[in-house]
């Protein structure tokens, strides 16, 4: 027997003369083959490319296959692995459009609203007493750990903790930043 092709491999009729009963097998059991293409993919083009690929598989070891009347089950578990290969395998592409996809940000903030919030946030952690001011200041200012604040004012971290909460609280409960809540 004539070996297979070293090159590119269409399955048909003229490529398959040293097969000819693979010829056949591709003519009668073809639309059957592809019909289970078509049920692995959404594209019939892609189906139809998944069967020549499998078939191509078949057609290269056509001679170690003993059993040809398993041959349909042969062709549709090199359908599956070569689709399964080709989905592990896909590509995600990034498509332009013309609106983008991210919903619009929140709009910023205008200056001067930002301004009147900052000066009313001083003036109230500058009610605060001095010891839970220092503290505030360091932990939420200077953006230092409770361990650093502690170590900053030599106080124990838990010490740091009770401060900072009771003064937020008092934070949150000022009028003046109530328009803010």
């Known amino acids: 027997m ?30 059957v083959l592809l019909r289970t293409a078509r049920s692995l993919t959404a594209n019939p083009s892609d189906a139809e490319d998944l069967l020549q690929t499998a078939l191509t598989k ?6 170690r296959i003993e059993d040809h009347r ?10 599956l692995n070569t689709r399964t290969s080709q989905w592990r395998k896909r590509k995600v592409d990034e498509f332009a459009c013309e609106e983008l996809p991210e919903p619009a940000g929140l709009p910023e903030p205008d200056p001067a609203e930002r301004q009147v919030l900052h000066d009313a946030m001083w003036r109230a952690v500058m ?32 010490t740091v903790k009770s401060a900072v909460s009771r ?3 008092k934070l949150r409960e000022d009028p003046e930043l109530s328009p803010v809540r």
């Open 2 to 31: 004539t070996p297979p092709p070293s090159g590119p491999v269409c399955v048909g009729a003229s490529t398959a003369a040293g097969y000819p009963s693979f010829s056949s097998y591709v003519r009668a059991r073809g639309p």
């Open 58 to 63: 078949t057609f290269v070891a056509w001679e």
């Open 70 to 79: 398993a041959l349909d089950g042969y062709v549709r578990r090199a359908l």
């Open 127 to 158: 009610k605060l007493p001095d010891r839970q001011r220092a503290m505030v200041v360091l932990r939420y200012y200077e953006d230092l750990s409770e361990a650093q604040t502690a170590e900053v004012l030599g106080v124990s971290i838990g």
């Open 167 to 169: 003064a937020l609280g």
